[in-house]
């Protein structure tokens, strides 16, 4: 007879409530009207922040595990409950005004931001393909249908469908490859998985299933050859939402992704090693090289963010403790700048809508001094230079690189990171040195935005002069991993 | 003296915080503010002079305290004989860059002069830095402040000028930052301990091969573009033309000095023998470079794009001292950066003046100016002079003692170098002959007005040094000398050509000690 399943709800407490707040702000939504909606960010920003507490309070208490092994809470997990919640947060506040003046605000938006936060939550959590899965499905349908959300653009049915389509595309390698690695391994389990394959040579159909995951995993992450989504969703979908995608979608993929190769496929390292380091040459390059050729913002920052996807790929490749905190210091750092650098975008608007063009930017040092400021630090700290959180980050990644031998992959990535400069500084150009033709951007004032860009700016200040209590926080996150 | 070398770094840059709370309406307040907190910052830097060891080679004031432990970055800052009067030129140059432009910047008053102050904790960063993370973040931090003065406050093709030197900057630093953690887990595999202390570091004997010489090559081509050595030098040109005023005297009078500070501190003693295998080449690019600039500069139409070429062939000079190896050749390479910086500075200052009366810089449009403007021309003279190296003036000495060291090394070369000297002589003559002397040829030129207070009270500065240095060399010179011996033993001991008299070599180990002169501050001599 099978024993009665002991259900322990304690480790999912995080993800139970985000998870729960989403449901509340659906309901808070049949009450009759009370005209504004505002209350409902207010709602969803409460649950993110009591989120956010609750894994700060768990913090370096152990590990804990449910489900029969299936979720695993534990330093790790807990460092990326800590970001995405914190990517959420500041995205919803991004969101308040926006969404306002966009004419899109419902409680839809928020309630599947939530939903989409709490899978992302999951995935960091997981310890088993079959979670892992049920992670990135509730994260993308959540996201297929926020990227929709200003349906009367047909940009935003295009990226929706395209996002969607692709998707599922994508979900169906995964699930393929899942099957062919418990085909091969007779389960699903991280650590069954890898004691089933340990010491043996390796198996056709275990690599096979293993490519076919690493297909759906580069698929989320966007990293080339799986990159083709990218560009238009971010363009289409609304800023905050692409923000979203942009920071904690992939922070929680990674976040799979690592505790997949890095900890527990360790036995079969130098198979996956080399798919990886094509994979992170082939996103940079790409990313950063189709990047200069972009007008439109919300499309640069796609193939910025393809980019930065190769860096993070790097410490993949290096592996190993100092590469996964690497990598993981890198999403900290990456999720402050590109959710500010979004941010500014969210703020500035035309008559005619988003102000997207890299010429609506013409002149904003002039107009909005502190805006213009804002962005040029945004983007200093994508391009990497010191003393700001995104040099900090490459220095990282890169000396992991070094550290392990790979030299000629580090060399190629700070090349990569000498021509992203030319695309960045091409928004830094607009903005100080050339005087605006016809309509501009104009800023909008927000609270809840200005509030967000601060809070990012601190973000990016605080990584970039003090890194060393957040470097000791990605390796003690890390440490669970490689015991 | 503790704190010392902090102060002077960072007191502009929070000047430049404080002065963010001036209303932008404030603009003469903003001037004031901006020169006063320069002027300030030189003054306090003056005790790096006066309080200066002159028979110690190790840093002094220096200050210690971590800064990324768990990586072995610290925030390590002193100053020896190789950088401390190179922070002087800085302070120096700063406040007379910022008065420059008091009538020339209009537009952006005050982003202008922030822009300048925190550039100015850029540059004396860079000096000062002893550890290399903290001196690639001060590297790499003091690019943005430049772009945004040529791009902002430049002439008609700015864009492209300052994204060219970005750009080109970029691809050599990134490659030293792939060196710099290169060196760091090299030396840490090798001794334990991990570490970007450049005390340090420079004491480990690296094991010679293709390793080191890479690493060398990563180096110095950051720095060769940053000096510009030929063929790296095309940014140069560019910069200069488009920069504002106070912009190119920054660019010509501390920046390119970053390139040579860079072989001096990090190239020589942390790779000797790639260096001292590649000397050859740097001496060929370096002669190239000399009678290349010197040639190019001839045929100048522009004043500017003039004294643009002509750093390209002074830097020539330096780079051609530097790897010498011989103490004449290192103090004149140490020395004519100085004077390089101090003349060229000058020279673009006083151009400066002319195009902010005239709106031009062509040749072509002046001739005749002694008789509207003489007390223009008598200073503008006597810069012209020391540029080309006229003995009783500061070109000369540095000149002289780079000619010195490259004929110990080889005559043919410094018989090839002393062209370059000559070749100064033609195109620097030739334009202030037809800039100065003749008739007046452009009806606009007949009523220029002469240098006003404020313009007299800039240059003065510059002409004196240029005449002090020329008359009694030794109060700088003296200051190099001890550091520059241990150097040259460092290198020699270190690539295995340990042929030194005895006094010498023993100074080498006395090289900054780690763990007692590291922390401790050098007790100032009166």
Redesign the interface.
Same mark, same amino acid.
């Given at each position: 007879m099978i024993p009665p399943p002991v259900v322990s709800l304690g480790p999912l407490l995080p993800i139970i409530i985000v998870c729960a707040t989403g449901m509340l702000v659906l309901l808070l939504d049949l009450l009759p009207a009370r005209g504004s909606k505002a209350y409902l960010a207010t709602v969803s920003l409460g649950g993110l922040v009591v989120a956010l507490m609750s894994a700060l309070f768990r913090w370096g208490g152990g590990e804990a595990r449910a489900f029969r092994d299936m979720i695993i809470l534990d330093n790790y997990a807990l460092f990326f409950h800590i970001v995405i919640c914190y990517a959420a947060a500041l995205i919803v506040l991004l969101s308040m005004d926006y969404l306002e003046r966009q004419g899109a605000e419902s409680a839809e938006y928020y309630a599947l931001l939530l939903f989409s936060t709490s899978g992302m939550m999951l995935l960091s959590a997981a310890n088993d393909l079959i979670i892992v899965f049920l992670g990135i499905e509730l994260m993308s349908l959540s996201l297929y249908v926020l990227a929709g959300l200003f349906k009367w653009r047909p940009q935003a049915s295009e990226a929706s469908m395209k996002y969607f389509l692709l998707g599922v595309f994508a979900s169906a390698f995964l699930l393929y490859g899942i099957a062919l690695l418990y085909g091969a391994t007779g389960s699903t389990n991280f650590g069954r998985m890898t004691s089933a394959v340990a010491g043996k040579p390796a198996d056709t159909l275990f690599l096979l299933g293993l490519g076919f995951v690493m297909v759906g995993l580069g698929f989320k992450i966007s990293a080339v050859p799986f990159h083709m989504w990218a560009p238009d969703v971010y363009e289409g979908a609304p800023t905050s939402v692409t923000a979203l995608i942009a920071t904690a979608s992939k922070a929680a993929v990674f976040a799979a992704l690592i505790r997949l190769v890095i900890a527990d496929l360790r036995p079969v390292q130098p198979d996956w090693t080399n798919a990886l380091w094509v994979l992170a040459v082939l996103s940079m390059t790409v990313g950063n090289v189709v990047a200069l050729a972009q007008t439109n913002l919300k499309r640069m920052l796609a193939y910025s963010s393809i980019a930065h996807v190769g860096y993070m790929l790097v410490g993949l490749v290096t592996g190993g403790a100092q590469g996964a905190a690497a990598v993981l210091f890198y999403l900290l750092a990456y999720m402050f700048t590109t959710v500010g650098t979004f941010g500014v975008i969210t703020l500035c608007e035309r008559s005619t809508g988003e102000a997207v063009d890299v010429g609506d930017y013409a002149g904003l040092?002039?107009r909005h001094?502190m805006l213009a400021l804002a962005l040029t630090l945004f983007l200093?700290s994508l391009v990497g230079?010191? #003393?700001l959180a995104g +040099?900090v980050g490459k +220095?990282y990644l890169?000396?992991a690189a *070094?550290?392990s031998g790979y *030299?000629w992959l !580090? =060399?190629i990535a =700070?090349?990569n990171? !000498?021509i992203a400069?030319?695309y960045y500084?091409r928004v830094i150009?607009y903005m100080?040195?050339?005087e605006p033709e016809g309509e501009v951007a104009s800023y909008v004032p927000s609270f809840a935005g200005s509030l967000a860009l601060v809070i990012s700016l601190a973000g990016i200040l605080l990584l970039g002069l003090q #890194?060393?209590p957040f =470097?000791?926080l990605a390796?003690s996150a890390v440490a669970p991993l490689l015991r | 003296m503790r704190g010392l070398l902090t102060a002077v770094t960072f007191l502009p840059t929070l000047g430049a915080i404080a002065l963010m709370l001036v209303p932008r309406t404030a603009a003469r307040a903003i001037r004031l503010g901006a020169f006063g907190i320069s002027l300030a910052t030189f003054l306090i830097s003056l005790p790096l002079y006066f309080a200066f060891d002159t028979d110690s080679a190790d840093y002094q004031f220096e200050e210690f305290a971590p800064w990324l432990p768990s990586l072995g970055a610290s925030y390590h800052v002193g100053v020896d004989g190789i950088s401390v009067l190179l922070v002087l030129l800085t302070t120096f140059l700063t406040p007379i860059a910022l008065a420059s432009a008091w009538t020339a910047i209009h537009d952006r008053t005050k982003e202008f002069v922030i822009t300048m102050l925190v550039l100015e904790t850029g540059m004396v960063g860079v000096f000062v830095s002893l550890d290399l993370f903290l001196f690639y973040v001060f590297w790499e931090a003091m690019l943005i402040p430049m772009y945004f003065l040529i791009g902002v406050w430049g002439g008609t093709n700015r864009i492209y000028a300052a994204v060219k030197f970005v750009l080109y900057t970029m691809v050599g630093s990134v490659l030293m930052l792939v060196a710099i953690l290169a060196i760091y887990y090299q030396h840490g595999g090798a001794t334990g301990t991990f570490t970007f202390d450049v005390p340090t570091l420079a004491r480990w004997v690296m094991p010679p091969g293709t390793g080191q010489t890479l690493m060398f090559l990563a180096f110095a081509l950051a720095f060769a573009i940053k000096v510009p050595l030929f063929p790296f030098h095309t940014w140069l040109p560019d910069a200069h033309v488009e920069a504002p005023t106070a912009g190119s005297i920054i660019l010509a009078g501390v920046l390119l000095k970053m390139g040579t500070y860079g072989y001096l501190r990090f190239c020589l003693p942390l790779f000797p023998d790639a260096a001292l295998a590649f000397g050859p080449l740097v001496f060929a690019l370096a002669l190239i470079g000399i009678i290349y600039g010197a040639w190019v500069s001839m045929v100048q139409p522009d004043l500017k794009k003039l004294v643009a070429y002509s750093s390209v062939s002074h830097l020539g000079f330096v780079m051609l001292g530097i790897f010498t190896l011989n103490i004449q050749g290192l103090v004149g390479g140490l020395i004519q950066m100085i004077n390089h910086g101090l003349s060229t500075g000058a020279l673009f200052l006083m151009v400066g003046m002319i195009y902010e009366r005239r709106h031009t810089r062509l040749i072509a449009d002046f001739g005749g100016l002694w008789k509207v403007i003489p007390a223009f021309s008598a200073l503008f003279l006597v810069v012209t002079l020391s540029s080309l190296g006229l003995p009783g003036l500061n070109g000369f000495v540095g000149e002289f003692l780079i000619l010195l060291g490259v004929f110990r090394v080889n005559r043919w070369l410094a018989a090839l170098a002393a062209l370059g000297v000559i070749f100064a002589a033609v195109y620097l003559l030739w334009m202030y002959q037809r800039v100065i002397f003749g008739e007046i040829r452009h009806p606009e030129n007949e009523r220029l007005h002469d240098l006003t207070p404020r313009e007299w009270a800039v240059t003065i500065p510059l002409v004196i040094f240029i005449v002090f240095i020329g008359v009694y060399p030794a109060a700088f010179t003296a200051r190099t000398e001890a550091t520059i011996e241990a150097l040259i033993a460092q290198v020699q001991s270190k690539a295995g050509v340990a042929t030194l008299p005895a006094s010498r070599a023993e100074r080498a180990p006395a090289r900054s000690n780690p763990e007692t002169a590291g922390r401790a501050v050098t007790v100032a001599r009166p």
């Open positions: 040092g002039r001094p200093l230079i010191p #003393p +040099f +220095f890169f000396g *070094v550290k *030299v !580090a =060399v =700070v090349l990171s !000498a400069a030319y500084l150009i100080y040195m050339r #890194p060393s =470097v000791d390796q | -």
